[in-house]
């Protein structure tokens, strides 16, 4: 099935205080309140990267970078501009809660097959 995956990069993040578990809680909570909101759940997989990167302005950056993947079934939605806007609300509160930091967004369309359980 042809769909879109879409993939937020939160960069510069405070290495001792941000871990995945930390980012899935911020996700989680803000996916429940928007899912309440619009009944569409933006769920996500979560992987920690580093990354090279030169200082800017003689401030240090962070090598620590989030990665959240998140893909739209269109089994369960339909409208690809509903999970957008429930896609780009969960993204809005969870960068205004880590103190909205530098973030990259890419959306790729793709074509998935999607496997249920026997």
Sequence with gaps: ???ERYLIS???LDPNYYTIDIL???WEVSAIRIYEETGIYVSGEIEEKHFVSRKMDDVPISNLLFVVESKRFPTE???RQEYW???KAVVEEVRYRLGNP????TIED???THFEKI
């Excluded at 530098?102 to 967004?105: A, F, G, Q």
């Design 110 to 112: 793709i074509d998935m």
């Design 85 to 87: 806007n429930a896609y």
């Design 1 to 3: 099935m042809e769909t």
């Design 102 to 105: 530098r973030m990259d967004l």
């Design 77 to 79: 939605i339909e409208d």
């Design 10 to 12: 939160f960069v510069g």
């Design 24 to 26: 899935a809680d911020i």
